[in-house]
């Protein structure tokens, strides 16, 4: 649909809609928003008083407390403003295998999902395709959900494929963020456990709001493809692991994956970061809805 | 084919052989090489990588023990195409005495040809490596085989080689050394063996003579007669000889059928014989004769002799008119078969011991001593000529002869006969103006006997000298009057009608057929067996005390021959095959080995 994946139904964009992505912090926006944002302005949520001075407008001057100190004060109010959210796609050569499991159009369409619910709230979003190949999104906020088609269409034209050293990556991204807001990792994360965390880590220290989106293949999960006397070949590193796999060696397979998923998670919950983990032999529009909460996502 | 001159193949389309080690290497690393699979990451597959190891197959196992079988198999493939070496050399011709003579013990305890296959070892062992081809002498001179590649062959085929019963042929083993000796290929001629090589001996002769001088007592002749025509006592006589330089009383024991029969004795003088008889012998099948003092040539102090002329004489009578052969009949130990020409067919010579042809010729030399009684003219096997005669008028006869013995020719009334022209073979006894009237001759081992008249009417009638001639007739041919020594080592004999296999005194079988040669090369009692029947018994003995005379060996002259051409190499190949199986049994081995140490140290 208009270019958009196939899990972008009408009624899909239609719940999409009704989403809206909450923070745990207030950030400055650059514009009128929904968002809560630390400077005064004038949305209904109070924030503090001040003195009164000439040419304040006499309509914030709390007569209340003028009647129990005689002094005059001005009421305060917190500014809604759009949310500035980036949105990081890992689009390394892991990302493409299996290739049977489409992990990198989910996470494609996982991204597209959150900026469309971004878009719609009136936010602003920034998609970041970190490594892979073709032609890569500007370095430029979107505004305006009509703007979903144009990223559509963009990210379409890529594929995953090179190495990625994912906080290094994400540390150079960091540097040309001005302002902070939210911020969304969707990635595998098959990396060591710390490699993870220190790339996630790079985000919280700049106190922003961050949700690792974790893709993981169904068929990966399940050791798919690898039966009997196989040479596994990292698709990044070129590493090879020469095994013998049989159902018993497949179950300690999956073990080890979800214990490094597990990792991810465990550091998430302890640093207030957001996770989820979508493994792709799940329904899409089932998934993204159900843990919308998961993504940081509010109706 | 010749690959650098000096390596070359038998069969090079075996290399063909080597087209499977590809495709083995490829099957095994099709087998070893681990399908390849790219995954996101390795990172969860490298907890299980250390499992690796302790599982079969999967991994490509490029071990040295993979390359040390796939070496194997190079090898063997290698081997199939037959390699060799080629190695130029002079050839060598070895000409070893297997006579009877070699089987004399020598003061180092060991015999004549023990020592003489021991010498020429020595002697191949110094050679250059080129064809040698190995020469018997007995019974006659031959080659063991074709050319053998190298001296370490013909080391292998002498020692399977064996001396023989039988004498030496002197004028056979001179030819054969004179036309080696004319050989201008061969390098070196060796011979070994006890007759020395009369001086001077060519340049290109090795001799190893095994002639050192051996005191022996032998037994010489060993024959055996009746008492009396028809008489089952039978009458021994042997001839020993003292063949050495001391004066010596020989003492020979007779046993029949494993029984002694008696001993007899006698003073011989150095290099003397003497003659022992034993007389009125009871019968047997095998009379063996033993001599003391024993020496160190066994061979000739033991003699056989088979007791077969004991049983009645089996007569075949073979006339247009039968019943002529009723008179024979009635003469004590003879049974008569009567056929007509007709009826006779060469089988039954089989189961007689003389035949008798009246007015009548086989068709093929009977395989049995016969008499021909004025055979008819034309006849194609004996090819005589003869001329009838009214009046046979008989002129001369021997005085000594056991065909005439106490035959009063002057009383011999003859009305009618033939007389006979020269014969190629056989001699004339009794003859007169005509011609032979009487003929006698030898042929294939059996005595055959022509008359010129028919003695069968006048026998039992009156006419004694007649009877008496009958009577030696029927005695020379049933050899109960003969006076030779039987069957001897090396003769060939005619293998009887009826026989189809012989059993040798070792015990082996040899299948023949009737009417071929048969050359006993062994000592001792042969059974002559056919389809039906007790088997025939035969004995055979050395008999010849120039052989046992192991003091005196004349030397051997050979002809000077003018040298063809000088020596020239000849292309030996030297054969890899043995040494390559070797490799290969060596590879498994080891691998064996350490497969097994390594898994020893893994339990």
Same mark, same amino acid.
């Given at each position: 649909m208009l270019g958009l994946p196939e899990e972008f139904t009408a009624d899909f964009i239609a719940r999409l809609e009704q989403l809206r992505i909450k923070t745990r912090r207030e950030y400055a926006g650059v514009g009128k928003g929904a968002h809560l944002s630390p400077r005064r302005g004038s949305s209904l949520e109070f924030s503090d008083f001040r003195h009164y001075s000439e040419g304040d407008d006499f309509r914030y001057i709390d007569w209340g407390l003028y009647g129990r100190t005689d002094k005059l004060y001005i009421k305060l109010f917190k500014e809604e403003e759009d949310l500035l959210t980036y949105i990081f796609i890992d689009a390394s050569a892991s990302m493409g295998y299996p290739e049977r499991d489409r992990k990198f159009a989910s996470a494609i369409a996982i991204a597209l999902a959150l900026a469309y619910v971004a878009l719609a709230a009136g936010d602003r979003v920034m998609i970041r395709v970190l490594a892979g190949k073709g032609a890569m999104p500007p370095p430029a906020f979107v505004y305006g959900r009509h703007r979903i088609v144009e990223l559509g269409k963009t990210l379409a034209g890529v594929k995953p494929g090179g190495e990625l050293d994912l906080a290094a990556a994400l540390a150079r991204e960091l540097i040309s963020i001005r302002r902070a807001g939210k911020v969304f990792v969707i990635s595998d994360f098959l990396m060591m456990p710390n490699a993870a965390e220190r790339a996630l880590g790079l985000f919280n220290a700049a106190n922003m709001d961050v949700t690792a989106v974790q893709v993981l293949g169904g068929g990966e999960l399940d050791g798919q493809g690898l039966n009997g006397d196989v040479e596994a070949v990292d698709a990044e590193s070129g590493e090879r692991v020469r095994l013998s796999m049989g159902p018993r060696e497949r179950a300690r397979y999956r073990e080890a994956l979800l214990r490094l998923s597990r990792e991810i998670r465990v550091f998430c919950f302890r640093n207030g970061l957001h996770y989820a983990l979508y493994t792709t032999d799940a329904s899409f529009q089932d998934f993204f809805l159900r843990a919308a909460s998961e993504f940081g996502l509010a109706h | 084919m010749s690959l650098f001159g000096w390596l070359g193949l038998l069969s090079p389309g075996a290399l063909w052989a080597f087209a499977i080690l590809p495709a083995l290497l490829g099957a095994y690393l099709a087998r070893e090489r681990p399908r390849q699979a790219t995954v996101s990451s390795v990172l969860a597959l490298r907890a299980l990588h250390v499992m690796r190891g302790q599982r079969f197959g999967g991994r490509p196992r490029l071990a040295w023990t993979f390359f040390l079988e796939l070496l194997a198999l190079a090898i063997a493939a290698l081997a199939t195409a037959g390699p060799y070496v080629l190695s130029r050399g002079a050839p060598i011709a070895v000409v070893l005495d297997n006579s009877a003579a070699m089987e004399a013990l020598i003061p180092a305890g060991k015999t004549r040809f023990e020592a003489a296959v021991g010498a020429v070892d020595d002697a191949l062992r110094e050679s250059d490596g080129g064809a040698v081809t190995v020469y018997t002498t007995a019974p006659q001179p031959r080659a063991l085989g074709a050319a053998l590649d190298g001296a370490a062959a013909a080391r292998a085929a002498i020692a399977h080689a064996r001396p023989v019963d039988a004498p030496d042929d002197p004028a056979a083993l001179a030819t054969l050394l004179g036309q080696l000796n004319a #050989?201008?290929?061969? *390098?070196?001629?060796?011979?070994?063996?006890?007759?020395?090589?009369?001086?001077?001996? !060519?340049?290109?002769?090795?001799?190893?003579?095994?002639?050192?001088?051996?005191?022996?007592?032998?037994?010489?002749?060993?024959?055996?007669?009746?008492?009396?025509?028809?008489?089952?006592? +039978? %009458? $021994?006589? /042997?001839?020993?000889?003292n063949l050495s330089p001391a004066p010596a009383t020989l003492k020979v024991a007779l046993e029949g059928d494993g029984k002694p029969l008696g001993t007899e004795q006698a003073q011989a003088a150095a290099g003397a014989t003497a003659t022992l008889d034993f007389p009125r012998l009871p019968a047997a099948n095998v009379y063996r004769a033993e001599l003391a003092p024993a020496d160190g040539f066994m061979l000739d102090n033991a003699a056989y002799a088979t007791?077969?002329?004991?049983?009645?004489? $089996?007569?075949?009578?073979?006339?247009?008119?039968?019943? #002529?052969?009723?008179?024979?009949?009635?003469?004590?130990?003879?049974?008569?078969?009567?056929?007509?020409? #007709?009826?006779?067919?060469?089988? #039954?010579?089989?189961?007689?011991?003389?035949?008798?042809?009246?007015?009548?010729? !086989?068709?093929?030399?009977?395989?049995v001593n016969a008499l021909l009684v004025m055979p008819p003219p034309g006849d194609p096997v004996f090819g005589l000529s003869a001329a009838a005669a009214p009046h046979v008028?008989?002129?001369?006869?021997?005085?000594?002869?056991? /065909?005439?013995?106490?035959?009063?020719?002057?009383?011999?009334?003859?009305?009618? &006969?033939?007389?006979?022209?020269? %014969?190629?073979?056989?001699?004339?006894?009794?003859? *007169?103006?005509?011609?032979?009237?009487?003929?006698?001759?030898?042929? &294939? *081992? %059996?005595?055959?006997?022509?008359?010129?008249?028919?003695?069968?009417?006048?026998?039992?009638?009156?006419?004694?000298?007649?009877?008496?001639?009958?009577?030696? +007739? /029927?005695?020379?041919?049933? *050899?109960?009057?003969? %006076?030779?020594?039987?069957?001897?080592?090396g003769e060939a004999w005619i293998v009887p009608a009826g026989v189809t296999r012989i059993v040798t005194p070792a015990g082996d079988r040899a299948p023949v057929t009737a009417g071929a040669l048969y050359t006993a090369s062994a000592q001792g009692v042969y059974q002559l067996a056919g389809a039906s029947g007790a088997p025939v018994l035969r004995a055979v003995n050395l008999s010849d005390l120039s052989v046992s005379d192991l003091q005196n060996a004349p030397p051997i002259a050979i002809a000077p021959a003018p040298r063809v051409a000088a020596p020239g190499g000849s292309a030996v190949h030297q054969p890899l095959a043995p040494y390559l199986l070797a490799a290969i049994l060596g590879l498994i081995v080891f691998e064996s080995l350490f497969v097994y140490r390594r898994r020893r140290a893994m339990a």
């Open positions: - | #050989d201008g290929r061969l *390098g070196r001629i060796i011979y070994a063996g006890y007759r020395p090589i009369a001086a001077p001996a !060519p340049a290109r002769f090795r001799q190893i003579a095994i002639a050192d001088p051996i005191p022996n007592y032998a037994i010489g002749r060993f024959t055996l007669s009746r008492e009396t025509f028809g008489a089952a006592e +039978l %009458h $021994a006589s /042997l001839t020993v000889a007791g077969s002329s004991v049983k009645p004489v $089996a007569l075949l009578f073979v006339s247009p008119t039968p019943a #002529d052969g009723a008179s024979l009949a009635g003469i004590p130990g003879i049974a008569v078969t009567a056929r007509t020409p #007709d009826q006779y067919t060469p089988r #039954d010579v089989a189961a007689c011991d003389v035949a008798i042809f009246e007015y009548a010729a !086989p068709k093929e030399l009977p395989a008028e008989i002129a001369n006869w021997p005085a000594v002869n056991p /065909l005439t013995d106490g035959v009063n020719f002057r009383l011999l009334n003859i009305r009618s &006969g033939e007389y006979f022209g020269v %014969h190629p073979w056989l001699d004339p006894v009794v003859s *007169g103006p005509g011609g032979g009237l009487l003929l006698s001759g030898v042929r &294939g *081992g %059996h005595r055959y006997i022509v008359a010129g008249f028919n003695p069968f009417p006048y026998l039992g009638r009156g006419n004694l000298p007649m009877s008496i001639l009958t009577l030696n +007739l /029927l005695s020379e041919l049933a *050899g109960l009057g003969a %006076h030779a020594g039987g069957y001897r080592t």
